[in-house]
């Protein structure tokens, strides 16, 4: 159990919808990052939050934002959702950021677009 | 355009031997480099690391061994045991950015 925690685990939803994904860190810290992995893809960044602030953006479509709240938990939100959408969706923090500072990695959300 | 590359999607190797897994990159800004492993339901554990002055890693059975002439780092786990079976990711990263870059894995069976 890395201590980062992913909601939903699953979700399958339709085209043309919107969800949110959550992700609690690790206690202590203050760097969120989100992945996400699709089918014939590694791992591909999606953004970081460090501390509430956005830190680094990665090949994230406009119709995907994110977040990081005051309690440093952070959500993903994706909305009109195509087929291409479908993919496991990994949360990750670290105390800091940069070299030195250990990613923890969640256990991911599968979202199903149908 | 990938930029980090692991060429072979899989791997078996027997138990008690060394497992190999290695990974090309193309970007030379790329200043660190990391391995994950990835069990079935799990999200990738860290294993490894290396910055770009080392050429070599160490950390029990595991060592990450970089080539920057080569633009090739790779892993080497001896002796191989299975419960190492797993997906292993290779990714870099440069400067203080932590956007980090992974190949698309190497599947590993190590066989009893």
């Known amino acids: 159990d890395s201590g980062v925690t992913q909601t939903p685990k699953h979700l399958i939803t339709a085209t043309g919808q919107r969800v949110t994904l959550r992700c609690s860190p690790r206690?202590?810290?203050?760097?969120v990052y989100w992945y996400q992995q699709s089918l014939d893809q590694g791992l591909q960044f999606l953004i970081h939050?460090?501390?509430?602030?956005e830190r680094a953006k990665g090949n994230i479509l406009e119709r995907f934002s994110a977040q990081q709240f005051p309690d440093l938990h952070s959500e993903l939100n994706l909305s009109s959702l195509e087929l291409g959408d479908s993919a496991l969706y990994f949360c990750?923090?670290?105390?800091?950021w940069g070299p030195g500072n250990t990613i923890y990695f969640g256990e991911g959300s599968w979202l199903t677009v149908v | 355009d990938q930029q980090v590359k692991q060429n072979s999607p899989s791997l078996s190797v027997q138990e008690g031997r060394i497992s190999i897994l290695n990974c090309d990159y193309t970007?030379?800004?790329?200043?660190?480099f990391l391995w994950y492993k990835k069990y079935p339901a799990e999200g990738p554990t860290f294993l490894i690391s290396?910055?770009?002055?080392?050429d070599k890693n160490e950390d029990g059975r595991f060592t990450v061994f970089l080539n920057k002439s080569a633009k090739h780092l790779s892993l080497h786990i001896v002796p191989s045991q299975p419960g190492d079976s797993a997906v292993y990711f290779c990714?870099?990263?440069?400067?203080?950015?932590?956007?980090?870059?992974f190949g698309k894995g190497t599947l590993l069976t190590v066989n009893p």
């Open positions: 970007n030379s800004m790329f200043d660190y």
């Open positions: 990750a923090s670290s105390v800091g």
């Open positions: 206690s202590g810290d203050l760097s």
């Open positions: 990714a870099a990263g440069r400067g203080s950015n932590y956007k980090l870059t």
């Open positions: 290396i910055s770009s002055i080392k």
């Open positions: 939050y460090y501390n509430g602030e």
